[in-house]
């Protein structure tokens, strides 16, 4: 944990999107995730990697309350973003998903037409006033999400009907299409092929430019293409945070250097 914590002192508060301290997850007795401090970076992919297990989704979950949605699931300790406490009983967790948006592992489209994907967060939000707003946001987003070109001319198509890939490009349009300022990512290319996992991960390199992203993987060559800063979690502590590049030449810690080289996970 103090390389974690030394890690941090070189980093400007004023770069932090998230700061987690002290956060510890319970379902039921099983201690989860164990005194986690970390401040993730605006503006930059952040990575969590460690073996099936280790507690990197679940503290993922943290980060938009998604944890509350399981009976017996406790989070203690202190996550903010933007310096707001997102555990305050006066945050809706509703509004709060709007802003910390979440693409998970398996591409999971509503049974609804490519539009209304798209179109069902900034209706629920109340984030356009007229169709014409609404048609923008929608285009805009399937822009950012790279599928515009593919999509077009079947905005009234089911979004199941796409392929994999491209499904999950969809969901990732549909999370920025509320305008989030963080986009959480949970494995999101362990279901597809190579091409489509490369213009995913293309995808998520040029997000970062607008959005604080973090992403869950299995896959440490995956880590290292796209993000700037990795956390190793091994059963259920935050090992070692930095630099990813540093993290993987020359890990402080020795349970991160067993794992990068293949002799744990």
Not at 13 to 18: L, Q
Not at 49 to 59: D, E, L, Q, R, Y
Not at 80 to 93: H, L, N
Request: glycine share 8%; hydrophobic share 35%; net charge negative.
């Amino acid at each position: 944990m103090d390389d974690a914590r030394l890690t941090e002192r070189h980093l400007s508060t004023d770069e932090t999107k998230i700061a987690a301290k002290g956060v510890q997850v319970y379902y039921g007795d099983n201690h989860a995730i164990k005194d986690v401090n970390v401040d993730i970076l605006d503006k930059t992919v952040t990575a969590f990697i460690g073996p099936s297990g280790c507690g990197k989704s679940t503290f993922l979950r943290c980060l938009n309350r998604m944890n509350d949605t399981i009976d017996i699931a406790r989070v203690e300790g202190d996550i903010r973003i933007d310096g707001e406490d997102i555990y305050d009983k006066r945050v809706d967790p509703v509004q709060l998903r709007a802003k910390v948006g979440m693409v998970f592992q398996k591409p999971n489209p509503f049974p609804k037409s490519i539009y209304d994907n798209v179109a069902y967060g900034p209706k629920i939000h109340g984030l356009s006033r007229n169709k014409a707003e609404l048609d923008e946001i929608v285009e805009k987003s399937l822009r950012k999400a790279a599928l515009w070109n593919e999509a077009k001319d079947r905005l009234q198509e089911p979004g199941t009907g796409l392929s994999g890939g491209q499904q999950q490009r969809l969901c990732i349009a549909r999370a920025i299409a509320t305008s989030p300022e963080v986009l959480l990512m949970d494995e999101p290319c362990s279901a597809l092929d190579p091409i489509a996992t490369a213009q995913v991960e293309e995808l998520i390199d040029e997000l970062r430019a607008q959005y604080s992203v973090v992403i869950v993987t299995h896959s440490m060559q995956q880590a290292a293409r796209v993000s700037q800063r990795t956390a190793f979690f091994h059963l259920g502590n935050l090992v070692e945070y930095g630099e990813t590049g540093h993290i993987f030449t020359n890990p402080e810690d020795p349970r991160t250097e067993s794992y990068i080289s293949g002799r744990i996970g």
